[in-house]
């Protein structure tokens, strides 16, 4: 094995989500700081909550707002 290719590992590292739960783990940083974990994740915890970090939840409802709005004018129209 070659010798000094390895990062430092960190047997305690630190990681902190933005819900505030925090817990150990290894890794190759001291700290972490993570949006989602396990007690927030709707996968877990059975509520919906939509992380929309660079505003793609909002663009999709407004185009899925147009185009409902497209489909009732061409239902009215061929009446």
Same mark, same amino acid.
Not at 40 to 57: P, Y
């Given at each position: 094995?070659?010798?000094?290719? $390895? &990062?430092?590992?960190? &047997? ?7 819900? %505030? ?8 940083? &001291? ?9 927030? $994740? #709707?996968?877990? #915890? %059975? #509520? ?24 009732? +004018?061409? +239902?009215?129209? #061929?009446?």
């Amino acid at each position: 094995m070659k010798k000094d290719i $390895h &990062p430092k590992w960190y &047997p305690e590292a630190k990681v902190q989500c933005n819900c %505030g739960n925090k817990f150990v783990t290894g890794a190759t940083v &001291p700290e972490i700081n993570v949006e989602v974990c396990n007690s927030c $994740h #709707s996968f877990f #915890s %059975g #509520s919906q909550k939509i992380v929309d970090t660079a505003g793609r939840v909002t663009k999709y409802e407004e185009r899925l707002k147009k185009m409902q709005g497209f489909q009732k +004018k061409l +239902k009215t129209k #061929s009446k």
